[in-house]
């Protein structure tokens, strides 16, 4: 069965630093999605991605935030200057439209 | 407002026992639901989903669902619970968007 495959499962950084969430989508799925989940709470929307441009974005994702596709399979999340408030798992998301959601095993992103 | 609750953040059951999660959604029109689970550190499976027709519908593990137009509803069921079930299960919903809407969640306990 398809995938969406994330890397790295678990990522330190200091406070301040950029990092990049890398994400593989299923091959033939248009829409593109990251998720948040702060430990213990629920599952936060962050950003939709549709043709090469966001169709939607929360309130959470500011200016620190980008999101790129920079070829035809990869689609990454990047946080500018990281603040201890963003330690979350950052979850990847593809759809093919109408629904069929596909998550991938999430980013565990530590700032220390 | 759009939004999607889950009453109960914590529920215990025997092994073997029947399981009802509930969850409640607000949306103007028929939204398209969803149940995911959880286990720690993982990320988020598809137990099943709702978009139009038989309002029963039937996932993996065992797992139903039943949609209630008149209740806004849509509860999660097993018959007879597995000490494996033990997890965190999300019902989440999209209605004219794309992105996916999220419970708080329920804790599941299954005592031995």
């Known amino acids: 069965e398809p995938e969406v495959t994330q890397t790295p499962s678990h990522q330190v950084t200091q406070m301040g630093q950029e990092v990049i969430l890398r994400c593989v989508p299923i091959s033939n799925h248009l829409y593109f999605y990251w998720y948040r989940q702060i430990l213990g709470q629920k599952v936060e929307f962050l950003v939709s991605?549709?043709?090469?441009?966001?169709?939607?974005k929360s309130e959470i994702f500011d200016d620190q935030f980008s999101v790129e596709r920079p070829d035809g399979s990869n689609f990454t999340l990047k946080i500018r200057s990281t603040k201890l408030e963003d330690s979350a798992m950052y979850f990847c998301?593809?759809?093919?439209?109408?629904?069929?959601?596909?998550f991938g095993s999430g980013t565990r992103l530590t700032v220390v | 407002a759009q939004s999607v609750t889950q009453p109960d953040i914590h529920i215990t059951v025997s092994e073997g026992a029947s399981l009802e999660l509930r969850c409640n959604y607000s949306y103007g029109a028929t939204p398209y639901l969803f149940w995911y689970v959880q286990s720690p550190g993982q990320g988020l499976q598809l137990l099943l989903k709702y978009f139009s027709g038989d309002t029963l519908v039937q996932g993996i593990k065992g797992f139903e669902a039943e949609f209630k137009r008149s209740q806004s509803s849509f509860n999660l069921r097993k018959p007879s619970v597995h000490w494996s079930d033990a997890a965190e299960y999300f019902c989440a919903f999209t209605g004219g968007g794309n992105k996916l809407t999220f419970g708080t969640g329920t804790q599941l306990k299954v005592e031995l």
């Open positions: 991605f549709y043709n090469n441009e966001i169709s939607e």
């Open positions: 998301a593809s759809s093919g439209g109408q629904g069929g959601y596909t």
